[in-house]
């Protein structure tokens, strides 16, 4: 789930594989979706992975959806809900306590008991190029960092993957006409940021 995890596996495999030959062959996939959902930071994470030698062979360029938590939050996140992908999600209290679900709708079926909450974010790909209406909001600031730490070499990876893949279940609001042209967006928004 988390960078911290990440290390830990693979610092074990590696020493249970008793060879250096290993490390320099497998590599993480680092997703900004996902880590942006876990409330961890590119510069940190990254730095985690440098400091234990752990190479990063590909990163996904994707934004999650997040809300910062109010009483309109469920009128908000309903259009979100939909059976093909589960969209697990972290709430977080001001005071760093983390709840998580397994998907959006359990966490909206247990709004009232959770609304002591600051932040949601949800496992929800949302188009880079767009942000949502507010108050919805996106982890577009974690893909950001990322690219800028590709821009300064501080990370050695040249595999980059875009991965919003909810175009077909987007609420209508934001549905795209032709997943054609929001594929060329996402690739015209992730050049101009190079």
Aim: proline fraction near 5%; glycine fraction near 2%; aromatic fraction near 8%.
């Amino acid at each position: 789930e988390t960078t911290e995890e990440t290390v830990q596996f693979l610092q074990r495999l590696f020493d249970d594989a008793g060879s250096k030959e290993i490390q320099s062959t497998i590599g993480v996939n680092y997703d900004t979706c996902h880590l942006a959902v876990e409330f961890e930071e590119a510069t940190d994470a990254f730095q985690k992975l440098k400091a234990a030698n752990i190479r990063v062979s590909k990163i996904h360029l994707s934004s999650a959806l997040r809300i910062k938590i109010s009483d309109s939050a469920p009128t908000q996140l309903s259009p979100y809900i939909e059976p093909r992908y589960l969209h697990q999600v972290i709430a977080k209290d001001d005071t760093g306590n983390i709840t998580r679900y397994k998907d959006l709708d359990l966490a909206l079926n247990q709004f009232s008991k959770t609304n002591q909450h600051d932040e949601w974010r949800i496992h929800y790909h949302v188009p880079l190029f767009m942000s949502p209406e507010p108050p919805l909001l996106d982890t577009r600031d974690h893909v950001i960092d990322t690219i800028q730490l590709l821009k300064s070499n501080k990370i050695d990876c040249q595999h980059l993957e875009m991965e919003t893949y909810t175009w077909d279940v987007l609420p209508s609001e934001i549905k795209p006409n032709s997943v054609i042209d929001q594929i060329a967006k996402e690739y015209e928004w992730v050049l101009k940021q190079f």
